[in-house]
């Protein structure tokens, strides 16, 4: 055997009979496997980046959510109740004859009760007591009527903050809250114009009867005075002294 050849048979016995781990040390890249762990790690990459962006849509939604159920910072309910307060303050100071069916329906009889038992006298206190309820009637009409002219820099300045409000508004809630007070405004408008038309009303009312119950009284005394039997009897009248 050659010296070439003993070196030979000798390194491959050497191979053979070396540990296992000397053995893997001589594989240094397998271009498969390789593929495969890039391939995985891209995989795992592209999974934590849709977890990202999915948990990125969820902050945003939750901050959608909030914004949609952000409270209106500005509330104009404690006027409107106040303005409220001041009108029916105002209709309750109707004197005489209040706003009250059973209260009408007392007063009234000095209205209709226009009999020949009464007196001459009682006649005339009655009609000067009918014509004192007319006149407080158109002056409560009258107070009411101020009363609402009054509140309308209120309501206007209360509209202007409510409509900027609106306009501003940065979500569904605030949206909602605003037109909600706007409507409130409207409400509070009606309930003015109701109680100047009842005012008003009452007061025509008060003064329609009082002229029914006036003709009604001329015509009791006219019969009182054609039947007391003493006619007019003419005489001489001397203005200018001679």
Known sequence: MTCRRLCAALIAGAVLNAPAAAQAAWIVFDPKNYA??????????????????????????????????????????????????????????????????????????????LDADLSDQALIAGARDRWQTSVSAFQHALTIGAGVVNELPVTQTVTGRLVDASQGAVGVLQATQAGNQLLAVQA???????????????????????????????????????????????????????
């Open 36 to 113: 495969e762990n890039l391939l995985s790690a891209a995989r795992a990459l592209e999974q934590i980046k849709n977890q990202v962006t999915s948990l990125q849509n969820e902050a945003q939604m939750l901050l959608n959510q909030a914004r949609q159920l952000a409270s209106l910072p500005t509330s104009v309910l404690g006027e409107i109740d106040g303005s409220f307060s001041e009108i029916q303050g105002l209709l309750r100071q109707a004197d005489r004859i209040a706003y009250d069916v059973g209260s009408i329906e007392s007063a009234f009889r000095q209205y209709r009760d």
């Open 188 to 242: 509070k408008q009606v309930a003015d114009l109701t109680a100047l038309l009842a005012a008003q009303g009452r007061a025509e009312a008060l003064e329609q009867a009082r002229r029914a119950a006036a003709e009604q009284q001329a015509a009791e005394q006219r019969r009182r005075f054609l039947a007391a039997g003493a006619a007019y009897q003419p005489s001489p009248v001397t203005m200018f002294h001679e």
